[in-house]
């Protein structure tokens, strides 16, 4: 459900991956006494691509399902956090935002080796490229316009209505999170990044005045999204494990980072005409979503626009970190050097403009 081909489509499944295998008949009886529906014999395949929590295709006689576990190995505190993952998805299953239907959560490691839920599997489109090669240009506009609706239903959904009213503390989540990715930054750091070292001396002090909490996604992208197979809609998003109870505009800047970022970084829009292709510009998206949340304005933008970059450097420090560890899960790990030293030099960039 995750990574496929990058022009978009059904994702790519392969082999599970010899550092990611774990009895497969065991997990089978397992769920067989657990998860309606699952039944008769289970080929189990990796999706390929990702670079965070292992993820799986099981195919059952009759139905597929999709299970997604922590990687192996020692990790950061507080990362791959699966059971988040599970919790935030089931409290949304009945809202109008849509994500899979989750069936089970196992905590008992001695299952496969580590935590992991199961959920189904969604037929659909994902693309990792944001300006959605081999789409028409009327396609990119409605499919990011569709992007731009289930964000905002999100942040309209009520936290504690949905029963998250522990999911997150709803007051000072920026200066946490600010704190939390400057530590798993210096945790997983190996070489110097000077722009990084501003960066965490900069953003404590520009923190904005205004204080909010919605449900917050963590990873809202493109590249999160699951469209349905022929039409521009989005049938579900994936990759919770992020998710918290957090400021919506945090969310809504690291969408659009790739206004900010150039085009080599594999993440960015620089040096496209992005309206020839049908992509909304940053200031288009902006109103759309202000009018569907029914905002009266967007504060401190270029602040939520650092803070994202800075975070999305932390996220690839670390990814290159496991990769120099050897608990790789695709072979692009190791060019997460580059990216992230490239994102934190286009962050304090804008911060120093500012």
Known sequence: ??????????AVLVPVLENNRFDEDLLTRYLSQRVDGFRGECLIRQFQGG?????????????AFVLRKKPPGQLLPSAHAVDREYKVMKA???????VPRVHLLC????????????????E?????DR?????????????????????????????????????????????RQVARWSKQYLASAIDDTPAMNHLMEWLPKHLPSQDEATIAHGDYRIGNLLF??????VVAVLDWELSTIGHPLGDLAYCCSAYHLPASSGRGFDGNDIQALGI??????????RRRSGRANIPDWTFFIVFSLFRSAGILAGVYRRSVDGQGVDARMAQAKAAYQDIAARAWEIAEGS
């Open 280 to 289: 909304p510009t940053e200031a288009q998206f902006l109103e759309d979503y």
């Open 51 to 63: 670079f965070s929590n292992p993820t799986f295709h099981l195919q059952t006689s009759d139905r």
């Open 92 to 98: 949304l299953q009945d809202t109008d935002v849509p």
């Open 131 to 175: 300006l959605l090669p081999g789409c028409s240009a009327e396609q990119r506009t409605q499919m990011y316009d569709a992007m731009n609706d289930v964000l905002a239903k999100l942040h309209r959904v009520d936290y504690r209505a949905v029963g998250l009213d522990d999911f997150g503390k709803p007051s000072g989540y920026v200066a």
């Open 107 to 122: 905590e008992d490691e001695s299952v496969i080796g580590t935590m992991f839920y199961v959920m189904d599997y969604v």
């Open 124 to 128: 659909g489109r994902v693309y990792t």
């Open 1 to 10: 459900m995750t990574d496929p081909t990058p022009t978009g489509g059904s």
């Open 228 to 233: 349905h197979p022929t039409q521009p809609r």
